[in-house]
């Protein structure tokens, strides 16, 4: 049982360049988030969605889009990568809520 | 945004020794997590706490929801070394059952 996958696991960016984080679950769950994760801070949700067709802003949207591509893919777009956005990404899924939620390895990012 | 305040930063233990940690909110939460996390994973849950005064335990944790809602608390007894890593809090307001905000984490190290 694979849980949440993400891919990449690392990846290397010049400033401008675009990117897409790519994230899958198989749990069947209804909701799906994407946190980004700094030294010394709490995750900081970036977007989610609580079920199949809909997406909505976390604390930190600025610079982020996102697609809920069916009920296991929920995927995380870069279009102008910046400095400030060098930071390991997370993707989570939860059966309703938020209050029990399954976390992939993480997506480690580094933007030059 | 809203951020959880968690104590202490990090922790020095020597194995055997009890732990404790907690995390304080200026607001009411409606549910309080524990999670753990270990280098280059994402987090894992321990606990869920759903109810005011709830006091639950999964093997050598136990985490209790305060009284007033606004606080938690998560001990460990007799250390081991796996328990080396990363622990956060997470609460749930009623503002949203998606947007859960998290403390900045403890570190906790074990002492050779």
């Known amino acids: 049982n694979a849980g949440v996958t993400q891919t990449p696991k690392f990846q290397v960016l010049k400033t401008g360049q675009s990117m897409t984080l790519q994230c899958a679950q198989d749990?069947?769950?209804?909701?799906m988030y994407w946190y980004r994760q700094d030294p010394g801070m709490g995750l900081r949700l970036i977007y989610y969605?609580?079920?199949?067709?809909?997406?909505d802003k976390g604390e930190v949207p600025n610079g982020y889009n996102v697609s809920r591509l069916n009920k296991r893919e929920f995927s995380l777009r870069l279009e102008s990568a910046a400095p400030s956005q060098t930071s390991v990404y997370f993707c989570?899924?939860?059966?309703?809520?938020?209050?029990?939620?399954?976390f992939g390895a993480g997506s480690r990012l580094t933007v030059l | 945004g809203q951020q959880l305040n968690q104590s202490p930063q990090s922790m020095f233990i020597q194995e055997g020794e009890d732990v404790s940690m907690n995390c304080t909110s200026s607001?009411?939460?409606?549910?309080w997590l524990w999670y753990k996390q270990d280098p280059g994973e994402g987090p894992v849950l321990l606990i869920a706490?759903?109810?005011a005064g709830e006091l639950t335990s999964n093997g050598r944790l136990t985490a209790q929801f305060g009284i007033t809602r606004k606080d938690s608390f998560l001990n460990i007894s007799a250390s081991i070394p796996s328990d080396v890593g990363i622990y956060f809090c997470?609460?749930?307001?009623?503002?949203?059952?998606?947007?859960?905000?998290w403390g900045a984490g403890t570190k906790l190290i074990i002492k050779p």
């Open positions: 989570g899924s939860g059966r309703s809520g938020a209050n029990v939620l399954t």
């Open positions: 749990m069947n769950h209804n909701s």
């Open positions: 969605s609580a079920s199949e067709g809909t997406t």
């Open positions: 607001s009411i939460f409606n549910t």
């Open positions: 706490l759903y109810k």
């Open positions: 997470a609460g749930l307001n009623m503002d949203s059952n998606y947007q859960l905000i």
